[in-house]
């Protein structure tokens, strides 16, 4: 202890530490007990819930700090063996957050390959740590033994995008992970059947709603886009059609009819799938619910 008397209160960090050297020696901002319960009163002194808030898909020895070896805290340049100190730390922090508690399994380059796909998607910070969940469990249940990294982070991507109705797509999450469509849908067909817990489908008014967003059509033709895919879905000649080429024929056919001209290769290019496909589910819709819309390119 460098014996100052200057302290910084951090507010953001709760807790109050020396200006000279960053040391917290006040920890009376930080909540050590739980709140008593309404409904189990005897439950509030149990530990349960103590301590900072730790993701699920990250590591049990993640303490969340972030250390640089060329500043301090106050934005001051350390010198030549205060850096050396800190870069020794944060080697031994890294090895041990990269270690994992449950299993011999190092997940740290899994992580990482998870981040960049997340950040290649634009995926909130919630998909990402429930894809690394996935990972995880899906390691200690032996599903991944055997496939290619980019596969498996695939699958836990996409599995974790459909357990929050996340609308995207498998060759879009295929081509962010640098991998094949058909690899990454064998690869989540064993996670889906071999986890304990179950992973819903997306429904078609998520991507329906995401395709309208990017192609900016009124709330009319979103309207009738719905009213169309309502009696699709109860149409049987439909149901072996892909759902995304359904969902933009509907709107390409909506956007027709409302007047608002949709090129095929505008709708295409949104929703993942080729013109031939679109013109093709196109003309097989129209011909079902009647009426013929002016021809576009």
Known sequence: MCRSARRILDAARQETHCADCGLVFDGSLVADMPPASPEDPGQAHSGRGVGPFNAPGGSKRNLGSTL?????????????????????????????????????????????????????????????????????????????????????????????????????????????????????????????????????????????????????????????????????????????????GLVAALIYLAAERNGEHRSRAQVARVSSITEVTLRSTSRLVERLFGGSPDTGT
């Not at 090895?95 to 634009?122: C, F, K, Y």
């Not at 995008?161 to 690899?183: D, F, K, N, W």
């Not at 992973?199 to 033709?221: C, K, M, N, W």
């Open 68 to 244: 640089t070896v060329s500043r301090d805290g106050q934005g001051r340049r350390l010198d030549w063996h205060r850096r050396y100190e800190f870069q020794h730390l944060r080697r031994v922090m890294q090895r041990q957050t990269s270690r994992v508690v449950d299993g011999p399994l190092d997940h740290s380059q899994a992580r990482s390959e998870i981040a960049m796909v997340a950040e290649r998607l634009g995926v909130p910070s919630v998909i990402q740590a429930e894809a690394e969940r996935i990972y995880g469990l899906a390691k200690v249940h032996g599903l991944y033994r055997g496939r290619s990294l980019p596969a498996t982070v695939g699958a836990s991507m996409y599995a974790a995008c459909r357990r929050y109705s996340l609308p995207r797509t498998l060759g879009e999450i295929a081509t962010a992970v640098g991998a094949t469509r058909a690899e990454v849908g064998r690869t989540f067909k064993v996670v889906q059947r071999g986890l304990p817990e179950t992973i819903p489908s997306i429904g078609l008014r998520s991507f329906l709603q995401r395709y309208a967003d990017e192609l900016a059509l009124s709330p009319s033709v979103r309207s009738h886009v719905e009213e169309m895919l309502a009696e699709a879905q109860q149409n049987p000649e439909l149901s072996g059609i892909s759902p995304h």
